[in-house]
């Protein structure tokens, strides 16, 4: 353990030394650690004793936080006078790409049905908030794109998950003896409940910490644990009522960050910092876990699919989609 801790300490030293270059070329942070990752795992240095459970636990974490955190960023205001670019990339560039990518899997891989190809599909198709903080918080990038990446990214999810069941279990792979009806209700309450639960956790918790903190009642450090605060009871309270915790967690921060601007300043710090460091350790622990297994198992079929996955299948929608929208080539 101690070893572990030494050499993951190098690794973001390291990558901490020539960040700021980095920034211009195609090597991300995530990519630097799921390679450093896999090659820990490899030398035995980590991944051993690492269990599943804990490796769930992390990914959640990270995910809740980063969602909440880049939720804040977003300025309704702002939204509302652009709002024509993301309801095209969820209304028309989701669909198209989840039909694009359903008839790619369904030639290259004969033997899956339309549904486990369609399944496939939406799966891959929602973007990952992790993976797109470099850009949505990069200021070279223009703020009309950055505001739009940021909330498809926030909300693809839920919009992609009744697909993702409803297909799952039409493919038989949810537990059996649930029909239709039980999953089209158990996706209604997933994102109509999680919402709700986040905009009430997120408006009325951002507006009374405001209010504290104008007064002086918070210091600076519990101010930021507060906000962090907030974002954690957003997703337990979506799930307590059957609602989806991780569009609770972004609603939640969207709510946040309007109600109470004043508090985006500690969240973005955090996001940039602590949290960065927490997904930097999620990709790592990937790298060194599950990476090993995936490519034991990975044929040239498969890395075709996702390399058209990442490119052709979600350009060429998204390209269509925002034709007649004046942005440049």
């Known amino acids: 353990m101690d070893l572990t801790f030494v050499v993951v300490a190098a690794a973001i030293y390291s990558f901490g030394l020539v960040s700021g270059r980095l920034e211009r070329s195609p090597l991300t942070a995530p990519l630097f650690f799921t390679a450093a990752g896999w090659g820990l795992g490899r030398l035995g240095v980590l991944g051993a004793d690492v269990g599943e459970?804990?490796?769930?636990?992390?990914a959640e974490l990270t995910l809740i936080l980063v969602?909440?955190?880049?939720?804040s960023r977003i300025d309704l205001g702002c939204l509302r006078r652009e709002r024509a670019l993301p309801t095209r990339l969820l209304a028309i560039g989701m669909p198209l790409t989840i039909v694009a990518g359903t008839a790619v899997g369904k030639a290259l891989f004969p033997a899956l049905t339309w549904v486990e190809a369609g399944l496939?599909?939406?799966?891959?198709?929602?973007?990952?908030a992790a993976l797109?903080?470099?850009?949505?918080?990069?200021?070279?990038?223009?703020v009309r794109i950055r505001q739009s990446l940021n909330a498809e990214s926030g909300l693809n999810d839920g919009i992609a998950l009744p697909v993702v069941l409803l297909l799952a279990s039409m493919a038989g792979a949810v537990e059996e003896g649930e029909g239709a009806a039980f999953w089209v209700r158990f996706v209604v309450l997933a994102v109509t409940l999680g919402p709700?639960?986040?905009?009430?956790?997120?408006?009325?918790?951002?507006k009374l910490l405001a209010a504290a903190s104008a007064r002086d009642w918070v210091n600076e450090p519990f101010q930021r644990l507060s906000v962090l605060a907030l974002a954690f009871g957003?997703?337990?309270?979506?799930?307590?009522?059957?609602?989806?915790?991780?569009?609770?967690?972004?609603v939640a921060g969207l709510c946040v960050g309007n109600a109470a601007p004043a508090l985006r300043e500690p969240l973005q710090a955090f996001g940039e910092a602590e949290g960065q460091l927490l997904a930097l350790a999620v990709f790592g622990v990937f790298g060194a876990t599950l990476l090993p297994a995936a490519v034991a198992h990975t044929t040239a079929t498969a890395v075709v699919y996702a390399v058209l996955s990442l490119t052709v299948v979600r350009m060429v929608p998204v390209a269509l989609c925002l034709l007649g929208s004046g942005l440049r080539g």
Do not use: Y
């Not at 969602?67 to 939720?71: K, M, R, V």
């Not at 797109?132 to 223009?142: F, L, R």
């Not at 709700?196 to 951002?206: C, F, R, S, Y």
């Open 53 to 58: 459970e804990a490796i769930h636990t992390l």
């Open 67 to 71: 969602l909440f955190t880049d939720a």
């Open 120 to 128: 496939l599909a939406a799966i891959l198709t929602p973007t990952d």
């Open 132 to 142: 797109g903080q470099a850009v949505v918080s990069n200021p070279a990038v223009p």
């Open 196 to 206: 709700l639960a986040g905009a009430a956790v997120g408006w009325v918790g951002g």
């Open 234 to 250: 957003a997703f337990g309270a979506a799930e307590l009522v059957g609602g989806n915790g991780f569009i609770a967690a972004f």
